[in-house]
């Protein structure tokens, strides 16, 4: 199957189950990434767009039953279904991951060094001197400079910048297929923020990786992706190439969102652009489009039944808005 | 502007002890700004610049080491007792997050009565009545009162949070990152917010953020801070179609563009080094170990802050080559960045 993308997810559905509530984080949702190319999942707090990547890879908070259904394949194999222990091995070994807060993500009282030589030797089967080798040069391959000293120091001792470069460190060194990255440069500062994008992207390219970035900031999303898909309450709203979806949003929420950004242009004191109204709560499933309440477009049908996600005129993006795709807003 | 400042900071400084014995953390080091009635003034800068550092200094959570805050003229170190209670109301504070800075236990009516009760209002009736009235300016309905503050999105406690600081009156609000918690598509209703207040309101802002282009649009005038020090500082429009500070520069030419065709073609500055610690800040100017245009004398003293424009100055020496010549300063960053590419390969 050489067709195949690496990943490859379809209707995909988490429910979760809590002592007290049942949730539904994602709701029917499909998207590809083939190898070599960066998908960008954007979407508010609470769209689903963290659980969507993590729960089928077992990554849950404990004391909540998750239940997935639909497909999420990855090379050519089903993750749905797949017992613990393959999880585990594909998990930090062909899909990497690099979290949010790198202080969180380092085990503060080990040497750096140690971290990366460790996912070396569990998923490489390196000796540990093979293993320290391979820490080496993955902290070159970061552009840490001076990576001998910096391999014998603990987290604490770095900036965060720093930090995030041996998170990535240590996310390549299972050789992934896949990285997720999960906001990578949300906790780090607009100077270093704009080298970690740069070093991921220029990675993804050398080493021919796929790349799921989780980010809510539209600037990320137009340096380093190349699809794109915006979730609204735990649907996709509108998927399709960044080039299209960022130049000329078609979804009203995409618009809204894209609109909300703060130009150059905004004369100071003036009015900041925004969407009106607040972002539903997670619970039960919602039976129209979740968007309508905010809506300046929203027709009667829009909260009948939930609109599908369907390609638009333009058939390389598709849109979950039956007004748009019926021509009675200005696409 | 012929009329006083509501606020003056004077050569204030705010050092912590170090862990390392007998050194200490230069976190603001001889800072003066000023605030004037009803105007938004923003402070940016990275993490660990100080900004935060600064403005709980001058609400009196931090104790400054060396300078003065003044409100309309009075020394607040000279205050004690009820006088110096009369000037901390003045002076709110609205913390970055609206989830650890309410009572999840209180109901919002409660929060708000609280604050009431503190400015000194006695009767019930009369403190309904501000409650209500608070809620309307900052655009919260009156039902919201009897529900528990937990029950609100980040938005509403947020909204919350600013009810109560001007429960008592301020005449400056100090918001340290009032937005950076809040969902992209609820900060521009916060943002109008602050707009209305200071143009209703007539209160001053002191808004510290690291959004350079939200700061750029709410703020007339803009503080740039970096390791302890303002390196620049003007109306926003000049500061940032002039950036006159090679790290002013460097960080404005930072910002990501959302457009994918201009973010491509986008020169990325890319910053040379780390930031020195403050416990051991640099001699001479602190941004010279990272700047692409260091000479000898930026080693040797402190830039003084020089004149560009009317109310436009920055501590550089070249500052009057940046604001002529623009981007100098970032051609040549580009070429450090190149030999530090070439140096890691």
Redesign the interface.
């Given at each position: 199957m050489h067709d195949e993308p690496l990943l490859n997810v379809s209707n995909l559905t988490v429910d979760l189950l809590t002592a007290k509530s049942a949730i539904r984080p994602v709701d029917g949702v499909s998207y590809t990434v083939r190898q070599g190319e960066c998908l960008a999942i954007v979407g508010?707090?609470g769209s689903g767009k963290t659980v969507m990547n993590f729960a089928p890879l077992g990554l849950m908070p404990t004391g909540v039953t998750t239940s997935l259904s639909g497909s999420v394949r990855f090379g050519g194999r089903e993750l749905i279904g797949l017992p613990e222990q393959e999880v585990r091995k594909i998990r930090g070994k062909s899909i990497g991951f690099i979290f949010q807060d790198p202080m969180s993500a380092l085990n503060p009282v080990r040497r750096i060094g140690r971290q990366i030589a460790e996912m070396a030797e569990l998923h490489l089967d390196m000796t540990p001197r093979a293993a320290e080798a391979r820490a080496l040069e993955l902290v070159?391959l970061v552009?840490i400079?001076d990576p001998a000293a910096r391999l014998r120091q603990y987290p604490h001792e770095l900036?965060?910048?720093?930090r995030q470069r041996i998170v990535i460190a240590t996310a390549l060194a299972g050789e992934p297929k896949l990285l997720i990255a999960d906001e990578p440069t949300t906790a780090l500062?607009?100077?270093?923020?704009?080298?970690i994008?740069?070093l991921l992207k220029d990675l993804q390219r050398r080493l021919n990786m796929a790349m799921v970035l989780i980010t809510?900031?539209?600037?990320?999303?137009?340096?380093a992706a190349d699809n794109i898909v915006v979730m609204y309450a735990a649907r996709a709203a509108e998927r399709g190439p960044?080039?299209k979806v960022?130049?000329k949003p078609r979804h009203p929420y995409t618009r809204?969102?894209?609109n909300?950004?703060?130009?150059?242009e905004?004369?100071?004191?003036?009015?900041?652009?925004?969407?009106p109204g607040?972002?539903p709560?997670l619970g039960a499933p919602f039976k129209g489009c979740a968007f309508a309440p905010r809506c300046d477009f929203s027709v009667p049908t829009c909260t009948a039944s939930r609109p599908p996600l369907v390609p638009s005129a333009d058939g390389s993006v598709f849109v979950a808005c039956p007004v748009v795709n019926e021509g009675r807003a200005a696409a | 502007m012929t009329h006083r400042p509501v606020l003056k900071v004077e050569n204030l400084q705010t050092r912590f002890k170090s862990v390392q014995r007998g050194k200490f953390v230069h976190a603001v080091d001889d800072v003066s700004i000023e605030l004037y009635p009803g105007e938004i003034v923003g402070l940016v800068g990275e993490s660990g610049c100080g900004k935060s550092t600064l403005g709980r200094t001058i609400v009196g959570l931090e104790k400054a080491t060396s300078g003065r805050v003044l409100l309309d003229g009075v020394d607040l170190s000279t205050l004690s007792g009820g006088a110096l209670r009369d000037s901390r109301r003045a002076l709110q504070y609205v913390f970055q997050d609206p989830y650890s800075s309410l009572n999840d236990r209180q109901t919002v009516g409660e929060a708000l009565d609280e604050a009431l009760q503190i400015d000194g209002i006695r009767s019930r009736t009369d403190r309904d009545r501000r409650t209500k009235e608070l809620l309307d300016q900052v655009g919260l309905a009156d039902v919201v009162k009897d529900r528990h503050t937990r029950e609100l999105s980040g938005g509403q406690r947020q909204r919350v949070a600013i009810a109560r600081s001007l429960a008592v009156n301020p005449r400056v609000l100090i918001c340290d990152e009032p937005v950076s918690a809040l969902d992209l598509s609820i900060r521009a209703q916060v943002m109008n917010l602050f707009l209305r207040l200071q143009k209703d309101l007539g209160v001053a802002c002191l808004f510290i953020a690291h959004d350079l282009e939200l700061v750029r649009q709410a703020a007339s005038r803009v503080y740039v801070m970096y390791l302890g020090k303002i390196v620049e500082h003007g109306p926003s429009q000049e500061l940032y179609d002039h950036p006159s500070h090679p790290y002013s520069q460097m960080l404005l030419a930072s910002v990501p563009e959302a457009d994918p065709i201009a973010e491509r073609q986008r020169k990325v500055p890319l910053m040379v080094g780390e930031v020195p610690s403050p416990t051991n800040p640099p001699s001479g100017c602190r941004f010279r170990t990272r700047c692409p245009m260091v000479v000898d004398d930026c080693k040797q003293q402190v830039p003084p802050a020089f004149k560009l424009s009317p109310g436009h100055d920055a501590a550089c020496v070249f500052a009057k080559d940046l604001h002529r010549g623009k981007r100098s300063a970032l051609l040549e960053a580009e070429v450090a960045a190149t030999r530090v590419a070439a140096l890691a390969s």
């Open positions: 508010e707090s070159k552009g400079s900036s965060g910048g720093l500062d607009v100077t270093v923020q704009a080298q994008l740069r809510h900031d539209m600037g990320v999303v137009a340096g960044v080039d960022l130049v809204g969102l894209i909300a950004i703060p130009k150059r905004d004369p100071i004191g003036s009015q900041f652009r925004g969407l607040i972002p709560t | -």
